[in-house]
T-cell receptor, first 114, second 112 residues
Framework: KAGVTQTPRYLIKTRGQQVTLSCSPI?????VSWYQQTPGQGLQFLFE???????NKGNFPGRFSGRQFSNSRSEMNVSTLELGDSALYLC?????????????FGPGTRLTVT | GNSVTQMEGPVTLSEEAFLTINCTYT??????LFWYVQYPGEGLQLLLK?????DKGSNKGFEATYRKETTSFHLEKGSVQVSDSAVYFC???????????FGTGTRLKVLA
């Protein structure tokens, strides 16, 4: 079974631009979560989607948004990019919602903002 | 709010040494606890998990026991290998929150 895939793997953008990252979960997984990983802040939760509904959101500005499609694929968008948005963005999928279910992570998208 | 605290790294060990990485948590109720590992240039991989008090998770020689009384989930391995060099993350997930909270990660370096 294929793992979680994320595209693109690397991205370089300029301040003020916007970016869209894509995540395809493991087949059959309906919950998709996004995290931002930086050396200074570690792994921070962005949001979680299940059946196209956002059920939880982390403490990030409104410039960060996401959505989930009917096939469970998910996208996240960052508008008006800032230098501090440079990070590894990780997507994780889970079979169902629930605290006991492990998440499976993709390789991440490395975003560099110049 | 919920939180996870991990020991500071990096941890440097010789091959075949005993490993302990401390993890303590703060949470209401009974969260599920996880250890993930991240190798350079990769995403996180689930190493082991425990969903209730006194559960022991184990995988690839690593183990951790869910201790409710001390709110801890320390990772241990009896004999580390060079290939275990990576960053290890402790995490928790609480009912109804639909999110995981991760510790800051502990970098392990194993020398041959």
């Amino acid at each position: 079974k294929a793992g979680v895939t994320q595209t693109p793997r690397y991205l370089i953008k300029t301040r003020g631009q916007q970016v869209t990252l894509s995540c395809s979960p493991i087949s059959g997984h309906r919950s998709v979560s996004w995290y931002q990983q930086t050396p200074g802040q570690g792994l921070q939760f962005l949001f979680e989607y299940f059946s196209e509904t956002q059920r939880n959101k982390g403490n990030f500005p409104g410039r960060f948004s996401g959505r989930q499609f009917s096939n469970s694929r998910s996208e996240m968008n960052v508008s008006t990019l800032e230098l501090g948005d440079s990070a590894l963005y990780l997507c994780a999928s889970s079979l169902v919602a629930g605290e006991s279910h492990e998440q499976y992570f993709g390789p991440g998208t490395r975003l560099t903002v110049t | 709010g919920n939180s996870v605290t991990q020991m500071e790294g990096p941890v440097t060990l010789s091959e075949e040494a005993f490993l302990t990485i401390n993890c303590t948590y703060t949470a209401t109720g009974y969260p599920s606890l996880f250890w993930y590992v991240q190798y350079p240039g990769e995403g996180l991989q689930l190493l082991l998990k425990a969903t209730k008090a006194d559960d022991k998770g184990s995988n690839k020689g690593f183990e951790a026991t869910y201790r409710k009384e001390t709110t801890s989930f320390h990772l241990e391995k009896g004999s580390v290998q060079v290939s275990d060099s990576a960053v290890y993350f402790c995490a928790l997930s609480s009912a109804g929150t639909y999110k995981y909270i991760f510790g800051t990660g502990t970098r392990l370096k194993v020398l041959a």
